[in-house]
């Protein structure tokens, strides 16, 4: 949903979806968007508020508004239900805020690429019960893929980057990535 688009009667669409959901996401802050940031703190807030109400974890997008976001997520109380940073691009200090905040962080094919440096960073510095994988298909192909549209199967390709640079087995990592997603979305046990 973007939030250029975003009124109150979505609002209340998005509160009526909540019975159906297992998280509340995308909602952010991004300031590579036309719309202001003003407009979408105001959104940003009252999606998270939707969220605490109803005691569903949040999914968030977060593109260079990273200390914004963590005081909306912390001032709403978004502690209090957790959830995801999705394809986190922010440094290993501030996810380690978000973390303490109660939130897990995501990584994405970003890892496979040879110029990345804050990813690796996070992958190799996180602690291994926070973080989680995505594909955030069909973008950030990994690098291997490079071009095309990005599909779910090739979340391996990120899972062996990150394995790598953890030094550990791409299984094991899977496998502890795949238990914190059910954690942090209890939800999707029942989908
Ligand atoms: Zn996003």
């Not at 997008?61 to 691009?89: D, P, W, Y």
């Not at 962080?105 to 690429?113: A, E, H, N, Q």
Request: glycine share 8%.
């Amino acid at each position: 949903m973007y939030s250029g688009l975003v009124s109150p009667a979505l609002l209340d669409q998005l509160a009526m979806l909540i019975p159906h959901g297992c998280a509340v996401g995308e909602i952010g802050l991004d300031t590579t968007y036309s719309v202001s940031l003003e407009r979408q703190e105001a959104l940003f807030r009252q999606q998270v508020q939707i969220a605490v109400q109803s005691r569903l974890p949040v999914l968030v997008h977060c593109r260079n508004a990273f200390q914004k976001t963590l005081s909306i997520l912390a001032e709403e109380g978004a502690g209090q239900v957790g959830g995801i940073m999705h394809a986190f691009s922010g440094s290993v200090d501030m996810a380690r805020q978000f973390i303490r905040l109660g939130f897990a962080i995501s990584l994405s094919g970003t890892v496979t690429r040879p110029n990345a440096v804050k990813p690796l960073d996070l992958a190799r510095r996180l602690p291994l019960d926070h973080l989680v994988l995505e594909t955030d298909a069909p973008d950030m192909t990994p690098y291997r893929y490079r071009g095309r549209w990005n599909r779910p199967a090739w979340i391996m390709e990120t899972a062996r980057a990150v394995a790598e640079l953890r030094i550990m087995d791409p299984a094991d990592l899977a496998q502890a990535c795949y238990d914190n997603s059910l954690r942090i979305l209890p939800g999707l046990r029942g989908l």
